[in-house]
């Protein structure tokens, strides 16, 4: 078993950049794949970022070139840079590891 606890969200415009923390409860060097979820009222929840153990990453165009997801395995953690926000970037991130453990989740809010 494995905790996730996301921190880093807030409030920022549009333009602007945050980094967000995903610590876990143990080592995730025996998981694969890490990465972060978003989640926003009226939207479908979107996979904005994953990397392999081997640091392998993927994103969708929605975020690709902007977004920039990685793990310290000696510091039991993740990360997701975000830059040049942009309003529709406004959702709820998740951090997940193996697609099996789900953090609590953190508030990005981007104003216009």
């Known amino acids: 078993q494995v905790q996730l606890v996301e921190s880093g969200g807030g409030l920022v415009q549009a333009g602007g950049s945050l980094r967000l923390s995903c610590v876990a409860s143990?080592?995730?060097?025996?998981?694969?794949?890490m990465g972060w979820y978003r989640q926003a009222p009226g939207k479908q929840r979107e996979l904005v970022a994953t990397?392999?153990?081997?640091?392998?990453?993927n994103y969708p165009d929605s975020v690709k070139g902007r977004f920039t997801i990685s793990r310290d395995n000696a510091k039991n953690t993740v990360y997701l840079q975000m830059n040049s926000l942009k309003p529709e970037d406004t959702a709820v991130y998740y951090c997940?590891?193996?697609?099996?453990?789900w953090g609590q989740g953190t508030q990005v809010t981007v104003s216009s």
């Open positions: 990397i392999t153990r081997s640091g392998s990453t």
């Open positions: 143990r080592s995730i060097f025996d998981i694969n794949v």
């Open positions: 997940i590891g193996g697609f099996l453990y």
